[in-house]
């Protein structure tokens, strides 16, 4: 009986061993970083995107909008969301960028915020100050 506990705590310490070794020689490729990045980069730009245009929306027509109806995205810089028949609006639509934040707003016919790209991705000459 001893010999049946002893086999079984050899077969158990050699199936840890080649766990522990296929653990070990196993990495991620370069590739698999990259996709992680990816995902992860995706996956902040467009819960960013929701959280600041959901807010905006409501700020604006007073009613929390829930899922959009529509969204367009590059998942690396932008994200346009729109949403149909949200409170007495017809159509919000909304664009986020990141690193610019909310750069189109618009509530049916009605445009509350729009940056032009072009200009706002290079950095801005400062301004002269008056003095009086």
């Known amino acids: ?11 158990f310490a050699i199936v840890m061993i080649v766990g522990f070794i296929i653990v070990g020689t196993t990495r991620e490729t ?3 970083k990259m996709q992680g990045a990816f995902l992860q980069t995706s996956n902040l730009l467009s819960s960013l995107a929701l959280d600041k245009c959901t807010e905006a929306v409501k ?11 529509e969204s367009d995205s590059d998942h690396v810089k932008y994200v346009t969301l729109i949403w149909n028949n949200v409170g007495s ?10 690193d610019q934040g909310i750069t189109l707003l618009k509530i049916d016919d009605r445009t509350i915020i729009e940056n032009d790209v072009a200009a706002t991705t290079a950095p801005s000459a400062p301004r002269p100050v008056h003095h009086q």
């Open 89 to 98: 609006a017809k159509r919000a639509e909304c664009r986020y960028i990141m």
């Open 59 to 69: 700020s604006e027509i007073g009613t929390h909008p829930y899922s959009p109806s």
């Open 1 to 11: 009986m001893e010999s049946n506990v002893v086999k079984g705590a050899i077969g």
């Open 30 to 32: 370069q590739q698999e």
